[in-house]
C-alpha cells in the first residue's frame, strides 16, 4: 500500500516538474520566434554596384529596409560611414544586402609593387632607359622631378615635380652584400616602366616631351628643394616658364 502511495506521488511530481519544463521551453521558443521576427535595419542595393565602386559612392545605389532579423545575413551594415574609404570588391545587384565582407581597402587590393592612385589622378606610363632615371633605381611610392630637352631651338627645362610613382616594372633592385650593405649591382641593360600619377596638364606635357624631345627623371625626397629652376638654352638662362608656351 505504502508503495503505491509513494508511486502516485513520484508520478505526480514528475508531472507537475515535467509542465513546468514544457512551459519554459515554449515560452522560451516564443520569445526566440519574436526576437526573429523583430525589425531590422539594413541597406540593400537598388541599382547595380560595379566592382571597385567606392563606398562614398553608393548614396544613390542602396536602400535603407526593415528586414526581420532572421532575414539578415551576417556582416550586413545598415549605414555606408562604416565603410568609410572602402571599394566594392565584386559586383553588387539590386536586392542584396551590404554586406561588410564585400569591401576593402582599396591599397590592400593592389598588385604587388604597386600604390594607390592619388584622388584626381590618372595612370601615364613611359618606357625611359635605366640611366634617366637613377639607373633604374626607382620604387613605386617615391617621387620623382620630369626634366625635359626640346630642339629647334635647344632648351632644357624642369617642367615638373615630386610627381608619384605608383608603378615600376623592370629597373634593378640593388643587392644586398654579405654585411648587410646595398651593394652597386649589375647595371641595366633594359628600359625601365614608371606608371606616374599626373594630372591631365601634366600629362600633356610629359607627352609633349617624349614625342618632340627628350625626358630625363629625378627622384625628389620630400625635403628637395625645387626652386630657382630656369629654361636652359645653352647660351643663357630664361626666367622660368613652360618650355611648350
Known sequence: MRGRVVAVVVAIVLAVVGGV???????????????????????????????????????????????????????????????????????????EQVLAARFADPASLLPAGEVALPAGHQRLSLLISPERIAGGRVEAGEKVGVYVSLTEPNRTHAILHKVPVVRVQGGVVPVASDDGAAAGGPVPEGDVMLTLAVTSADAEQIVFGLEHGSVWLTIEPDDVDTNGTRVVTGTQTEPEESVFQ
Open 21 to 95: 519544463l514544457l512551459t519554459g521551453y515554449v515560452s522560451g521558443a516564443d520569445q526566440r520566434a519574436l526576437a526573429g521576427m523583430k525589425a531590422t535595419t539594413v541597406l540593400v542595393v537598388v541599382e547595380p554596384i560595379a566592382e571597385g565602386t567606392p563606398a562614398v559612392d553608393l548614396a544613390a545605389m542602396v536602400a535603407v529596409e526593415e528586414l526581420p532579423a532572421v532575414a539578415v545575413a551576417p556582416g550586413a551594415v545598415d549605414d555606408l560611414e562604416s565603410l568609410a574609404g572602402m571599394v566594392s570588391t565584386v559586383a553588387l545587384e539590386p536586392g
